[in-house]
């Protein structure tokens, strides 16, 4: 709901015609004012934060953004440097590599001993240098990291027709989850 200037003014002063053109002249100036006020206290906020937000905490953090990065992308760069620590524990990695990738089958994390595989499935390949920051930031060092991007393999290929598999590129065959779909 839009805040109304003729609400500031004294009861008395509302009724006079003088007052409401003064005030109805106001009220374009003033909503703007309040809209740019909310623009300005969403940015406050990382979940909220737009263009201009988001520049800021990537200038503060050292972040240079991808190319054509999204706003969603950068946020979720954002927010995984802001809360890189050691993890407590095995789940709290991997809470966070879900807070980064933001889908629990972007991923497979597996623990043995001092061995850290993190397998990184083909869609979300792009986030690959993210992940591999945040775990080379928060895996202690005694800890050997692996990050594994999958691709599709021969095996998964072998049911479909030369005919079908001649319409895509080698690339695509290899890379790209919802090819046949």
Not at 74 to 87: G, N, S
Not at 98 to 121: I, K, M, W, Y
Not at 126 to 151: C, D, H, K, S, T
């Amino acid at each position: 709901m839009e805040r109304m200037m003729i609400a500031h003014i004294p009861h008395i002063l509302r009724d006079v015609p003088d007052f409401q053109c003064l005030m109805g002249t106001y009220q374009d100036i003033f909503a703007n004012f309040w809209r740019l006020e909310r623009g300005l206290e969403d940015n406050f906020y990382l979940h909220t934060a737009e263009d201009a937000g988001l520049s800021h905490w990537e200038r503060i953090l050292g972040i240079v953004p991808r190319v054509g990065s999204s706003i969603e992308e950068r946020r979720q760069i954002v927010m995984a440097r802001m809360y890189q620590t050691t993890p407590y524990c095995f789940r709290t990695l991997l809470a966070l590599l879900l807070a980064l990738t933001g889908d629990p089958s972007a991923f497979s994390a597996e623990l043995d001993e001092l061995t850290l595989t993190v397998r990184l499935f083909p869609r979300f390949r792009e986030m690959e240098g993210a992940v591999w920051a945040m775990l080379r930031q928060m895996v202690p060092a005694n800890i050997a990291l692996y990050l594994i991007l999958v691709f599709r393999t021969h095996g998964a290929l072998r049911p479909k027709t030369h005919r079908t598999l001649g319409r895509h590129t080698h690339h695509q065959l290899r890379s790209e989850v919802d090819l046949f779909e």
